[in-house]
């Protein structure tokens, strides 16, 4: 079963910035839609930011465009996740998400067909 592998969170202060990546296990992957979703404690876990195969695609959840920035290294096999201008409400567990059968529009819970183990992602005031 591949797995996807999250590297990057931690803690910082409100207006600093973070980069979160993710690779799967097996260099073989192949194509797929790749995506962030966070969860905060309490809240379900929503969709962040999706990127597609290309990297010519992608979408953002309302509450990070201009401050989130996605995107990949095919070479790699790596997604990244920049994060500027953190606030305290961005904290959360943050998940990558791959899917082979969605776009990255239409990326959500139903359509992630491998999700990773999350990273912390602390925001302080």
């Known amino acids: 079963q591949v797995q996807l592998l999250e590297s990057g969170g931690g803690l910082v202060q409100a207006g600093g910035s973070l980069r979160l990546s993710c690779a799967p296990s097996e260099s073989t992957f192949g194509a797929a839609t790749m995506g962030w979703f966070r969860q905060a404690p309490g809240k379900e876990r929503t969709f962040v930011a999706a990127?597609?195969?290309?990297?010519?695609?992608?979408n953002y959840a309302d509450f990070v465009k201009g401050r989130f920035t996605i995107s990949r290294d095919n070479a790699k096999i790596t997604v990244y996740l920049q994060m500027n201008n953190l606030d305290p409400e961005d904290t959360a567990t943050y998940y990558c998400a791959a899917s082979r059968r969605s776009t990255p529009r239409a990326l959500n819970d139903t359509t992630v067909d491998y999700w990773g183990q999350g990273t912390q992602v602390n925001v302080s005031s």
């Open positions: 990127i597609s195969w290309g990297g010519s695609v992608t």
